[in-house]
């Protein structure tokens, strides 16, 4: 029983790990803050890069007709990474660029935006350069009203505070494993209770 459930746990810890994250916009928002790599001005333009790139899926992963990689939230080139140990331009593991932590890859995106500017991302140009509606949208966010130097616009709801996407969040892998691990460590407490009780 118990290595049921340590089996049951490991399991779930590693797809954890395994499973990307697809971040709504208001999260990505806080989260890049929260990272303190990035200056606020420009916060709506890290956002929409990563929208208009990736989808704000920390797991995308592309590769282009000619056989280019690009990995992550931020699409990094390979150049910039080296598969299976740190290496590239940014010293890191590509496979870092894949997992829920955002903090590497945001630290080496800046890096990329300090030597080649936003323009290094084509798409950044011709989507998010000349077009405020994201930068608007984020400052309407819960988390982001009162923390950003700007007057606060008046018109906002409370909207979905900590929204990670999860609308379907009972029919993945996931949720399922974390019902069985608990449905699985209650049958077991009442198993040690009624032994207990005997
Ligand atoms: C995130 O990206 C990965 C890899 O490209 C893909 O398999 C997965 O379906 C994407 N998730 C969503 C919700 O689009
Ligand atoms: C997921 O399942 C739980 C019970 O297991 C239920 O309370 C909840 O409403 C469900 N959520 C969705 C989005 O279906």
Same mark, same amino acid.
């Given at each position: 029983m118990k290595i049921q459930i340590f089996l049951l746990i490991a399991c779930l810890f590693l797809c954890e790990l395994c499973e990307g994250k697809v971040f709504t916009r208001c999260q990505l928002s806080s989260e890049l803050q929260k990272t303190k790599l990035i200056q606020k001005s420009f916060l709506g333009s890290w956002v929409c890069l990563i929208e208009k790139v990736s989808?704000?899926? =920390?797991?995308a992963y592309t590769v282009s007709p000619s056989g280019k990689k690009f990995y992550g939230l931020y699409q990094i080139p390979s150049k910039w990474c080296k598969l299976q140990k740190p290496g590239g331009d940014c010293n890191i593991k590509c496979e870092d660029l894949l997992d829920d932590d955002i903090r590497d890859d945001t630290a080496c995106a800046v890096k990329i935006y300090h030597q080649e500017?936003?323009?290094?991302? =084509?798409v950044w140009t011709t989507r998010c350069k000349n077009d405020n509606f994201i930068t608007n949208e984020i400052y309407k966010c819960p988390d982001l009203r009162f923390s950003l130097d700007r007057s606060s616009p008046v018109n906002t709801q409370p909207q979905n505070r900590h929204g990670i996407h999860k609308s379907s969040e009972n029919s993945s892998l996931h949720s399922i494993l974390k019902r069985s691990i608990l449905q699985t460590l209650q049958s077991h407490r009442v198993e040690e209770q009624s032994r207990h009780i005997n």
């Open positions: 989808n704000r899926n =920390t797991s500017g936003f323009k290094y991302w =084509t």
